[in-house]
């Protein structure tokens, strides 16, 4: 066992250099898009994050716009909307960005495509709730609806 001194122990982590040595040596991937290219950051930022389960329960565009920018920057779905860009094609470069952000190489443009499809899928099966309630109203009317003949 060496010998330390009080001051090396309690010496602070400097996670700002740990962080920046980490990020060096990370593969990034980059994307064309509308004319324009895009370089994936390392890792998915935590607002990322933290805007897509926001999303998921808001049709707020500013909402889409703050979740956007931390990957693409802050003028993405404006340029993008602009450009024509489809509701599908939004959720392929989604998935193509996460997949790639996590294992670079991991996810082709095909199979992004593929597995948007797959959710898609998943969403048409299972019925909204406004198709549920009006479901179960016409249900409950039936049964209580026992007019004596």
Excluded: C, H
């Excluded at 122990?9 to 990370?26: H, I, K, S």
């Excluded at 930022?45 to 802050?74: C, H, W």
């Excluded at 309630?133 to 009317?141: G, N, P, S």
């Amino acid at each position: 066992m060496t010998e330390e001194t009080d001051e090396q122990l309690l010496a602070p982590a400097d996670f700002d250099a740990f962080f920046a040595e980490q990020a060096e040596a990370a593969e990034r991937v980059s994307l064309t898009l509308f004319g324009r290219e895009y370089v994936l950051p390392e890792s998915l930022p935590l607002m990322f994050t933290l805007q897509m389960e926001r999303v998921q329960n808001s049709s707020d565009p500013g909402d889409i716009r703050k979740m956007l920018a931390t990957l693409y920057g802050a003028d993405a779905l404006d340029t993008w909307a602009e450009a024509g860009m489809t509701d599908k094609q939004l959720g392929i470069v989604l998935i193509y960005s996460a997949g790639n952000i996590r294992n670079p190489g991991s996810v082709s443009m095909q199979r992004a495509a593929e597995l948007y499809a797959e959710q898609e899928k998943g969403k048409a099966a299972a019925p909204n709730r406004a198709a549920r309630r009006a479901t179960a109203k016409k249900t409950k009317k039936k049964a209580g609806s026992g007019a004596r003949s």
